[in-house]
């Protein structure tokens, strides 16, 4: 089983809609929980940050962690055609040294 | 300009033949990471540099890969003797060397084909 298992999609979605990304895990040592944005051609992109579990809203972004269940998720509301793209959970544990693991991405496609 | 910045973006070489890539972190980052990314795949991690010394050289396929970091700043990958399998984009980002683990900037990546 992989540390970190995301499905590659891909989604396609009507413009405006509620988009649900999500991510499961196997280490229960991972803390630290990201969710980073990436075009075609181009380097991913920090999007969201969170610790631990609970939610974290910005803007038309929330991101969930569930350590319970070993789940994130990531939300957005009202898509827009901008925003396809592929996108990585990744994540940490808490050690200085611990390395982040990202998932396979998920290809999310908008359609206007 | 202040980004990350990585060379060559595209790199095509013969099967056997040796390869440097090299990363330009962002000034002030000391921990810097080499990912390597396959079509439709996410970034896989290869290396991690705290400063010059490597903390976690764990996802290194195999001896052919080796990554240098002399001076703290800039990171040189060296591939040896080159297989069709190692073709990918390999990814280079750096992030402030404060825990917990912080915002990784990634530069456009070196687009390596083997033939």
């Known amino acids: 089983q992989k540390e970190v298992e995301q499905d590659p999609g891909p989604l396609s979605v009507p413009e405006g809609a509620i988009v649900s990304l999500n991510c499961t895990y196997s280490n229960s040592a991972f803390q630290y929980f990201m969710w980073y944005r990436q075009y075609s051609r181009k380097g991913p992109e920090l999007l969201m940050y969170t610790y631990s579990s609970g939610n974290k809203e910005d803007g038309r972004f929330t991101a969930q962690v569930d350590k319970s269940s070993k789940y994130i998720s990531l939300f957005i509301r009202d898509s827009q055609p901008s925003d396809s793209a592929t996108y990585l959970c990744?994540?940490?544990?808490?050690?200085?040294?611990?390395?982040?693991?990202f998932g396979k991405g998920t290809r999310l496609h908008i359609l206007p | 300009g202040a980004g990350v910045s990585q060379t060559p973006s595209n790199k095509v070489t013969e099967k056997g033949k040796y390869v440097e890539l090299r990363c330009d972190p962002i000034?002030?980052?000391?921990?810097l990471y080499w990912y390597r990314q396959s079509l439709g795949q996410g970034p896989e991690f290869l290396i991690y540099f705290q400063g010059t010394g490597a903390a976690d050289d764990s996802g290194l396929p195999n001896d052919r890969f080796f990554a240098v970091r002399p001076e703290g700043s800039v990171s040189t990958l060296k591939i040896q003797r080159t297989e069709r399998g190692d073709s990918a984009v390999y990814l280079c980002?750096?992030?402030?060397?404060?825990?917990?683990?912080?915002?990784?900037?990634f530069g456009e990546g070196s687009r390596l084909t083997v033939l």
């Open positions: 000034s002030g980052h000391t921990a």
């Open positions: 980002a750096s992030s402030w060397d404060v825990p917990p683990p912080g915002e990784l900037f």
């Open positions: 990744a994540m940490s544990a808490r050690n200085r040294d611990d390395k982040i693991i």
